[in-house]
């Protein structure tokens, strides 16, 4: 593991790095305009890291899961009123009690997994969804004609999977219909791509 990655490991680090490069406004849009969340939703935030978005969220039932312990720890720590914090994996038998959900939202994931983990993890997720719920997908993109400095920055990330929109998107439809898919390259305070994904099931 390099030395950049496993700092990225440890939570605080890992929050004031994403602090640092994201644009004040980019998180609210985000919020607002992509998961769009009401107050009383139902709420799983997959891969959550220390659960940040939380605090842009209304008053909604939140629960954030991630293989990283020190993650879920730090999001106690942070929003321990506001949401419920498990280290579980989509697989395992606990994650099949949690319910339905009305937002299943994979931030900053589908770059870290490869084709088959992505096929895998919505095939799960699907299940989790209800009939009128959305899946929302956020990650860096590689797409034609991009700033070569985001293009770089994408292939310098700790996920090896950067991938292109049209990528991504026939990942999401083996097991969701894709509603909107919305490509960003200002979110950042340096130059970077970003793809977001809204999608049901079928």
Known sequence: MGSRTWLLEIPIVYDLFQDGLTRSETRTWFSDKVICASDGMRI???????????????NVEYIGI??????????RVSHGDRGEFRSVDVNDAQFRTL????????LGVLHHLNDDECIKLFS???????????????????????????????????????????????????????????????????????????????
């Open 44 to 58: 799983l935030d997959v891969g959550c890291g220390t659960a940040s978005i939380l605090s842009l969220l209304p």
């Open 66 to 75: 991630d293989h990283n312990p020190k993650y879920i720890a730090k999001a």
């Open 124 to 202: 799960a997720l699907r299940q989790a969804l209800r009939e009128d719920g959305q899946l929302v997908t956020f990650d860096n993109a590689l797409v034609s004609g991009q700033h070569p400095i985001a293009r770089l920055l994408a292939k310098l990330d700790r996920g090896r999977y950067a991938r292109t929109p049209q990528q991504y998107r026939s990942l999401i439809e083996t097991s969701f219909v894709v509603e909107s898919e919305i490509i960003r390259h200002d979110l950042l305070r340096v130059p970077y791509t970003h793809v977001a994904f809204r999608a049901r099931t079928r």
């Open 99 to 106: 319910g339905k959900f009305d937002r299943v939202l994979l």
